[in-house]
T-cell receptor, first 118, second 113 residues
């Protein structure tokens, strides 16, 4: 089946520093990947849509200068949380849509990255 | 995409069938019903999807009513590992660019020993 990985699985950083999270589609190419954020006891909220070779599309209320997204290849998208603050502590999850004909063309999710900002 | 309504929580005895309902009364003709689940502190996992016919795979069965306004996800023999939040999502399939999934609050299924 289609596999999506994320790295790191968890990270602790100090307030004011930047953190990069990687999302990789391991056995398929994904022109589009999505980044979600999930706070404790809440549902997933879409942050942005990452398109290979072009600028990401951000959801309303998500600061594009704070959450930098780069989708430089068909198998890798990165999310950089810049100048992180404690309120950015959350569970960040990426997903990628497998192409039609492969695994039914459904969206597959990474295991998530737990970010804690101290 | 159409809005869905699910009960916030359900319990099920281990080994019994778990039947998770979902209402989607405003569903359009071109919208599919998707089910995902999220085990605690993991990414969501795709389970099944359907348009109007009942569907079955190795994980579950999906029963969609004839008027398509509601559906039921059935886990035939629930195990403790099936404890998770189950999300019912309605989304149109569009050829070309991928579309994001919009998650509601889901149903917390707890399988009891």
């Amino acid at each position: 089946g289609a596999v999506v990985s994320q790295h790191p699985s968890w990270v602790i950083c100090k307030s004011g520093t930047s953190v990069k999270i990687e999302c990789r589609s391991l056995d398929f190419q994904a022109t589009t990947m999505f980044w979600y954020r999930q706070f404790p006891k809440q549902s997933l909220m879409l942050m942005a849509t990452s398109n290979e070779g072009s600028k990401a599309t951000y959801e309303q209320g998500v600061e594009k200068d704070k959450f930098l997204i780069n989708h430089a290849s068909l198998t890798l998208s990165t999310l950089t949380v810049t100048s992180a603050h404690p309120e950015d502590s959350s569970f960040y999850i990426c997903s990628a849509r497998a192409p039609p004909g492969l695994a039914g063309g459904e969206q597959y999710f990474g295991p998530g990255t737990r970010l804690t900002v101290t | 995409d159409a809005k869905t309504t699910q009960p916030p929580s359900m319990d099920c005895a281990e080994g019994r069938a778990a039947n998770l309902p979902c209402n989607h009364s405003t569903i359009s003709g071109n919208e599919y019903v998707y089910w995902y689940r999220q085990i605690h502190s993991q990414g969501p996992q795709y389970i099944i999807h359907g348009l109007k016919n009942n569907e079955t795979n190795e994980m579950a069965s999906l029963i969609i009513t004839e008027d398509r306004k509601s559906s039921t996800l059935i886990l035939p023999h629930a195990t403790l590992r099936d404890t998770a939040v189950y999300y019912c999502i309605v989304r149109a399939i569009s050829s070309g660019s991928a579309r994001q999934l919009t998650f509601g609050s889901g149903t917390q299924l707890t399988v009891l020993p």
